[in-house]
């Protein structure tokens, strides 16, 4: 009874008083508190900085060096005023985590006086000793530096740990080469080409339109879960799932938690981390219970990209500090709990036009509605034609758990429309030798506007099950992961979107010049893109057998692992797109590649890993224990005379035991085996698939599998991990 398990559930109670978070301010008047906005940089920039910030943090255009020292000097300023004594770039690595390095506004003048200084220099640019962030070899080829960028276009903010404040500059990282080594860059490139591509195509509609912004809102799913229960449970805090744990009695059958009262505790943390994001600009407006026990979702209002990416890195960063005040441990892994549903982060995405145009929002006239139609269409083009390319923007060692297992979207990438708008494109297609005129009555003059969003906020026209679904005036790509960082999928998405909507308007130019009316050249081609990629979309219910059956017919990709699914980023289609583009040359792909199948390498290898260490010092010892305890019992009964069949029971669960122990033990030292035989495999891309099929496909599961039957016989007392009745429900 000394084990954590038992200390951790007695502490529970002591643990669980809730930590006393302030009454909730009006959240308008802490909103941007940390943050140097615009309007905070009117106050404390000269006219010519504050003209020069503006223009940059519109177009992300670069800031020379007198005007950074200006800026600096301002933000300088403003942060003093807060308590600030450090300032950090603030970049996102390919670890998927942000990184910071602190330094101290305090210096000493030639002659020893202490002051307090920020350079423009040190605002611009900085060079931070980052040889060991991933470079997937591209570092080594080149140059060992790398260096940090500002990004005018995502604000300062100041960071509050406990008492310290520090001036975040967000950044890009690049080689000192220029090849990208962060999220960042490359995203920011994607948001460039989306703009360009759909602001020619909005030509067609509105000349006044000079810049379409992409937009990201998503929805952030997380389990939360007592910290000393977690502190028990060593694969939680070194991987981040329970790579054990049978089932509870109860699970999410019920259906009692979805959108059910929020435990108090957890509300409290809740609180807790919106203010703390409030504070820094993150605009959230949704908090609810999701479906499996102990999990839960926040959603932002939507932004522009590039600031809506910083801000869930951030998120994820504050939740994962604060919950550590309320001794609580966030769970952003996409499959923490086997049996019950995993994470996601919905990416809700669009597209807006400096005119106020959601390009993704059905139209009022003839001429929005076909703006819309076009735009609508070019997405589904898009990811039918690139479908593998966003299977692998979402592919992770954690969403393998995830994507097709029970609850989550399929592998296979499809999309969901509804059924209004299915009819809609039926009709488009079925115009018999794409005989349009230009103000089309049949088609442009349906009240799509007035029919979808009814449809759409009707939930029953809402298909849960897609990896990719219309709703109304954005699509929403749900098969991210929980833990991802946006950045990669929303690259891909604004990149396959900028080359289908650049080839869409060199098709109906050439209608165009063959001397169709441009409304009718915009129906033919759009009809077109219909007939070439409707196999991409379906109704019904994506998780089903009959789906992945009817994919396979379709011919639609259905990839189950990462490693295999990344192949997609190497192909000559892939690298054609990405540098035509401009996101990354051959080089930065391949080094991404090589990165994403280390990360996937790695972590199997902990996984493997923590298995087998639980496995044989705390799995099999319980067992052998119990089995002492059944063998004393039987000889005890022995003696006292009793016939064998009288303690037939013990015998077999004797028995029972015994086998689970053999089969455990014999497949963690054959997965040792199989890891040893793995890391010798020079080539990442072999050695990922060896990890993937050979450690992890021959041996997690049947490890897995009599581990938790060995849970469910050996007596409670002496079961040495919190069970997951425990880790759900106690809070
Ligand atoms: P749901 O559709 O999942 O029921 P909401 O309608 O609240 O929930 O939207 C979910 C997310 O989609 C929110 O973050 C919301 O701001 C975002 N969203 C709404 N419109 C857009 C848009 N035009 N572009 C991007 N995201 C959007
Ligand atoms: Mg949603």
Redesign the pocket.
């Known amino acids: 009874m000394s084990s954590l398990r038992f200390t951790a559930i007695k502490n529970i109670a002591k643990n669980a008083i809730t930590y006393d978070v302030k009454a909730s301010e009006k959240i308008t008047t802490i909103f941007n508190e940390n943050v140097f906005t615009i309007k905070t940089a009117r106050h404390y920039l000269s006219d010519d900085a504050y003209k020069s910030l503006v223009a940059s943090s519109a177009s992300g255009k670069k800031i020379d060096r007198a005007m950074g020292s200006n800026i600096a000097n301002g933000l300088k300023a403003w942060a003093e005023e807060k308590g600030v004594t450090h300032f950090t770039h603030w970049f996102q690595p390919l670890t998927g985590l942000s990184a910071e390095k602190h330094d101290s506004f305090f210096t000493l003048k030639g002659d020893g006086t202490p002051i307090q200084e920020f350079e423009g220099a040190a605002l611009i640019q900085q060079e931070p000793d980052a040889s060991s962030f991933p470079s997937g070899g591209l570092r080594a080829t080149f140059e060992a530096r790398g260096y940090t960028a500002w990004d005018p276009s995502s604000p300062a903010f100041i960071m509050e740990t406990g008492q310290g404040k520090t001036l975040c500059i967000p950044t890009i990282f690049v080689s000192y080469t220029g090849e990208s080594l962060d999220t960042k860059t490359p995203l920011l490139k994607a948001v460039v080409a989306l703009d360009k591509a759909a602001v020619d195509v909005c030509q067609y509609f509105d000349k006044n339109v000079s810049k379409v912004n992409a937009?990201?809102?998503?929805?952030q799913e997380y389990f939360v879960i007592d910290a000393g229960l977690a502190t028990a449970r060593p694969d939680l805090l070194l991987t981040g799932r329970t790579v054990f744990g049978h089932a509870p009695a109860k699970g999410q059958q019920l259906d009692d938690h979805y959108f059910g009262a929020i435990p108090e505790r957890i509300y409290a943390f809740m609180r807790d981390f919106e203010m703390e994001s409030y504070k820094l600009g993150i605009p959230l407006?949704?908090r609810h219970n999701e479906v499996a026990p102990a999990q839960f979702e926040c959603?932002?209002?939507?932004e522009e990209m590039n600031l809506a990416v910083d801000h869930n890195t951030l998120l994820m960063d504050i939740m994962t500090r604060v919950a550590k005040r309320h001794n609580l441990i966030v769970l952003l892994h996409e499959k923490p709990f086997a049996g019950i549903n995993g994470s996601g982060k919905?990416n809700?995405?669009?597209m807006?036009t400096d005119t106020g145009v959601?390009l993704?929002a059905p139209g009022k006239t003839p001429k929005t509605n076909l703006m819309f139609l076009t735009f609508f269409v070019n997405t589904i083009k898009a990811v039918h034609d690139y479908a593998e390319l966003i299977r692998a923007s979402i592919a992770s060692a954690g969403n393998d758990h995830r994507l097709g297992a029970n609850e989550a979207p399929p592998a296979i990438i499809s999309i969901f429309i509804g059924k209004y708008l299915t009819d809609v494109l039926n009709q488009i297609e079925k115009r018999v030798g794409g005989n349009f005129d230009e103000t089309d009555e049949a088609i442009l003059k349906l009240d799509i506007h007035k029919s979808i969003p009814e449809l759409m906020l009707d939930n029953t026209d809402r298909n849960r099950t897609s990896p990719f679904a219309f709703?109304g005036?954005?699509f929403?790509f749900r098969a991210v992961g929980s833990s991802a960082n946006c950045a990669g999928p929303m690259t891909v998405l604004n990149t396959i979107m900028a080359e289908t909507l650049k080839k869409f308007k060199i098709e109906v130019d050439t209608l165009i010049e063959k001397g169709e009316k441009k409304e009718v050249a915009i129906m033919q081609t759009i009809q077109k893109y219909i007939v070439d990629s409707k196999k991409v979309l379906f109704e019904g219910d994506g998780y089903s057998e009959e789906w992945e059956k009817e994919a396979a017919k379709r011919g639609l990709p259905n990839i189950k692992t990462t490693p295999l699914s990344l192949d997609a980023y190497t192909t000559n289609k892939a690298k054609k797109l990405f540098e035509d583009n401009q996101i990354y040359n051959h080089l930065e792909l391949e080094a991404r590649h090589e990165i994403m199948l280390e990360d996937y390498i790695k972590k199997v290898q902990i996984e493997a890993r923590v298995m087998g260490d639980l496995a044989t010092t705390l799995i099999i010892p319980a067992a052998l224990k119990y089995q002492n305890t059944l063998i004393e019992n039987i000889r005890g009964l022995k003696e006292a005379g009793l016939k064998p069949d009288m303690f037939a029971t013990q015998k077999a669960i004797l028995e029972k035991i015994s086998l689970h122990i053999n089969t455990i033990s014999s497949h963690v030292a054959e997965m040792i085996e199989a890891r040893k035989k793995s890391n010798d495999i020079e080539d990442s891309r072999k050695k990922a698939i060896a990890y993937c099929d050979n450690v992890k496909g021959k041996h997690f599961d049947i490890i897995r599998y009599h581990t938790d039957k060995l849970e469910l016989l050996i007596e409670d007392d002496i079961w040495p991990l919190p069970k997951y009745r425990e880790l759900l429900f106690l809070r």
């Open positions: 937009t990201l809102g998503w929805e407006r949704t959603a932002p209002i939507y919905h809700n995405w669009s807006s959601n993704l709703t005036n954005k929403e």
